[in-house]
Nanobody
Framework: QLQASGGGLVQTGGSLRLSCAAS????????MHWFRQAPGKEREFVATISGTGTYTIYRDSVKGRFTIARDNAKNTVYLQMNSLKPEDTAHYYCAASNSYLNNQPRAMNYWGEGTQVTVSS
């Protein structure tokens, strides 16, 4: 029901835009989230956007570099990633939940398969 795309290999300082298309759910009823997981590490929250798009939340390390947005007419959420760093290298997942206030992985109702982002130094 969630399909992420847009990952790839970029150099430090580069940009990527991830997309996550939703199907078979009432998109506006769900907050959308991006998580990432690097090899050997736990999955971590990256960004959240409320159902209407009014509220956004970011982890500290991506503030000012990443922007989450959604197009409810297209049932799609985006993650614009600028000024990428090697430590941003991870598999990125989109997820949907009933509340933007809880961005813990266990609170997610749906997960996409994710897309790989690799930032070379």
């Amino acid at each position: 029901q969630l399909q992420a795309s847009g990952g790839g290999l970029v150099q430090t300082g580069g940009s990527l835009r991830l997309s996550c298309a939703a199907s078979s759910l009432t998109f506006t009823n769900y907050a959308m989230h991006w998580f990432r997981q690097a090899p050997g590490k736990e999955r971590e929250f990256v960004a959240t956007i409320s159902g209407t798009g009014t509220y956004t939340i970011y982890r500290d390390s991506v503030k000012g570099r990443f922007t989450i947005a959604r197009d409810n007419a297209k049932n799609t959420v985006y993650l614009q990633m600028n000024s990428l760093k090697p430590e941003d290298t991870a598999h990125y997942y989109c997820a949907a939940s009933n509340s933007y206030l809880n961005n813990q992985p266990r609170a997610m109702n749906y997960w996409g398969e994710g897309t790989q982002v690799t930032v070379s130094s």
